[in-house]
């Protein structure tokens, strides 16, 4: 008989790869003898710190309320996409400086093409040169090199050297504020407008914290050989030496990302840094003073660290389990998952989360080795949303071929026999 089969496993051999226990609970379903096998289930930065109150209100987060000062706000573990906390994460507000974040991300695509060279000059208009806010203070008239710019961006959240960007790649920052958009609709940002390269205030101008910190993840993931100016702690340019505004970085706790700040959209960061093969994005917007970006974002950091880690349930090769097989030369094939399958769960996770396994049984012989039979998800209290990895398909390990006829007619015959 044909039944499909769900396995609720024990999650305390999950990451030790010990061997699963052999009790299991069945959800049967009937099903036709012999069928096939079911698919699967800034602009302007600087100035002064505000004396702004700061209130607290609370995030939702898979392991309870967490109070933050920020408007907007999400931490998300990069390795696996978990949210870990978010707070009116999908609201359009000003982005300020963050917006710098899509002119570093086209610049980089330019590079990794081959259509930007670092060494390229681009000559400052005095549209640049003319721009206020935090700057890196080239000159009018002057030359300066494609990497110069991008580190002025990066360390300095210098608007004149966004503007130069802009002009040098799209020809005007109209132009390329139409590019952003472009790309903007290429990574999924959904509520995204751009109609500066600076961030600097302007009607309609928009990000989400979820669309930045989706920018950010890209960033890191498509332009390793870029990345590194994002950390860079000083640089010095017309003989003016700045600190990188980001307090995770000059404080040796992050690898980048931006700061920003504007009157309207108050103050923001997005933050990231590794520990121990883990990269977390922390994104905030609408804090209220110069210190509540520094406390909030090293703050929010520690606590995705220190309240969630990221697990290993199994390995491609491991066995997960064995399915009995219809009609093959050897009667079960094992099944393993087809790629490493890591999950971002809290800490003391072992006491709620659960792991199922859901095949059809028995899988009708012929059988090829890889052949997706079933799929391994996981669930229970504090499983965080987004989780990337919470489900993987799970493959035949090695092909079962298909019983030659007397070998057939004898297995029908036994089932019928042990059926009557």
């Known amino acids: 008989m044909n039944t499909r089969r769900l396995l609720l496993l024990s999650t305390a051999a999950i990451g030790s790869f010990a061997a699963l226990p052999a009790w299991a609970r069945k959800r049967v379903h009937a099903a036709k003898p012999g069928a096939p096998a079911a698919g699967a289930a800034g602009g302007d930065e600087g100035g002064p710190a505000s004396n702004a109150a700061a209130v607290s209100t609370p995030a939702n987060t898979p392991i309870g309320p967490l109070d933050t000062v920020a408007s907007h706000a999400i931490v998300i573990d990069f390795n696996t996409g978990a949210v870990l906390l978010e707070k009116d ?120 914290v979820r669309d930045i910190a989706t920018l950010g993840e890209r960033i890191i993931r498509d332009f390793p050989d870029y990345y590194h100016y994002a950390g860079e702690q000083n640089f010095t340019y017309n003989k003016i030496s700045q600190q990188n505004r980001n307090p995770l970085v000059t404080a040796g706790l992050g690898d980048g990302l931006k700061t920003g700040h504007t009157e309207e959209g108050g103050y923001s960061l997005a933050g990231t840094t590794m520990r121990n093969d883990r990269r977390i994005i922390v994104v905030l917007n609408g804090l209220p003073t110069w210190n509540s970006r520094v406390t909030e974002s090293k703050r929010l950091m520690d606590w995705a660290f220190n309240n969630f880690e990221d697990v290993p349930l199994f390995t491609p090769g491991q066995q997960v389990t064995a399915a009995q097989v219809w009609l093959g030369e050897t009667p079960t094939v094992g099944l393993t998952v087809a790629q490493t399958t890591v999950v971002t769960l809290p800490q003391g996770w072992r006491n709620s989360a659960k792991v199922a396994v859901d095949y059809a049984a028995p899988v009708p012989a012929p059988i ?46 036994r089932h019928f026999i042990t059926r009557a």
Do not use: C
């Open 368 to 413: 090829v080795a890889g052949q997706k039979i079933g799929q391994i998800s996981l669930s229970g209290v504090g499983i965080p949303s987004g989780q990337a990895a919470a489900s993987a398909p799970l493959v035949a390990m090695n092909a079962v071929p298909r019983l030659g006829l007397p070998g057939r007619a004898f297995a029908r015959l």
């Open 89 to 208: 994460p999908d609201t359009a507000s000003p982005p300020s400086s963050l917006t710098k974040l899509m002119t570093i991300y086209i610049t980089f695509s330019q590079l990794k093409s081959g259509k930007l060279r670092l060494d390229q000059t681009f000559l400052v208009s005095e549209q640049a040169w003319h721009m206020g806010g935090s700057r890196m203070f080239i000159q009018v008239g002057t030359n300066v090199t494609v990497e110069d710019l991008i580190r002025g961006i990066f360390v300095d959240s210098g608007n004149d050297a966004a503007v130069a960007l802009a002009e040098g790649i799209g020809g005007s920052e109209s132009a390329f504020a139409n590019m952003m958009n472009d790309e903007a609709k290429k990574l999924g940002l959904t509520a995204s407008h751009f109609v500066n390269a600076s961030g600097w205030p302007a009607d309609g101008h928009v990000m989400s």
